[in-house]
């Protein structure tokens, strides 16, 4: 069974300096990768994906993954977070089929 | 696109009442999902549609749910008999033809049983 786990529950970082949120996955069969954010009282956002190809993807608002297959990892960085980067972020991952498995969630809390 | 929308955005109800969820897909939008998340945790799969035909159903949708999809437009999910441990968001996706794994969520219905 596919398994997503996120290592981090809580990453508390001022402003400006880089974060890193870190996803693990589990599956024996070819995924592919999201990460969604989501706002207070807000649904999921898609930030980024990884289907095929170049295995480091980008988002518009400066977020970047890198699948990893050896390491079954697929972690999000930002090399300088804003205090409107503050949400949840959820990694997921969907086995070409229907249903999306997520990750417990990060919460990302940029503070001045 | 107008988004996935869904209604009622909040639901107080008492245990032991029947509660129903409308979910509208992005227009063209094939296949509509349904997801559930407690506080704290990630969402969990409930079931999907393809139009009309429901597809899948999640170990954790007791018979006390059902979900339906009648005309393969809009979707509507009922929890009958309303458990506190029913108390979630409930978020509702959607995701087109040939493009299945990018699915497109809408705002949620937070449910709160009393």
């Known amino acids: 069974a596919q398994s997503v786990t996120q290592l981090d529950s809580q990453v508390p970082v001022f402003e400006e300096a880089p974060v890193e949120l870190r996803c693990n996955y589990s599956?024996?069969?070819?995924?592919?990768l999201f990460w969604y954010v989501q706002y207070p009282n807000q649904g999921l956002q898609l930030l980024l994906k990884?289907?095929?190809?170049?295995?480091l993807v980008e988002s518009i608002n400066g977020f970047e993954a890198e699948f990893n297959k050896s390491q079954t990892s697929f972690h999000l960085r930002k090399p300088s977070v804003h205090i409107s980067d503050t949400a949840e972020y959820f990694c997921?991952?969907?086995?070409?089929?229907?249903?999306?498995?997520f990750g417990q969630g990060t919460e990302l809390s940029v503070k001045p | 696109d107008t988004g996935v929308s869904q209604d009622p955005r909040h639901k107080i109800t008492k245990r032991g009442q029947n509660v129903t969820f409308r979910c509208d897909p992005i227009?063209?939008?094939?296949?509509l999902y349904w997801y559930r998340q407690t506080l704290g945790q990630g969402p969990e799969f409930l079931t999907y549609?393809?139009?009309?035909?429901?597809?899948?159903k999640s170990r954790l949708l007791s018979d006390r749910f059902s979900a339906e999809r009648p005309k393969g437009s809009f979707s509507t999910l009922e929890i009958q008999r309303t458990e506190q441990g029913d108390s979630a968001m409930y978020l509702c996706?959607?995701?087109?033809?040939?493009?299945?794994?990018?699915?497109?969520f809408g705002p949620g219905t937070r449910l709160t049983v009393t």
């Open positions: 996706a959607s995701s087109k033809p040939r493009s299945s794994y990018e699915q497109y």
């Open positions: 227009s063209e939008h094939n296949r």
């Open positions: 599956s024996s069969v070819s995924v592919y």
């Open positions: 549609f393809q139009n009309e035909a429901q597809l899948e």
């Open positions: 990884y289907l095929s190809g170049s295995t």
């Open positions: 997921a991952v969907n086995n070409q089929g229907g249903k999306l498995i």
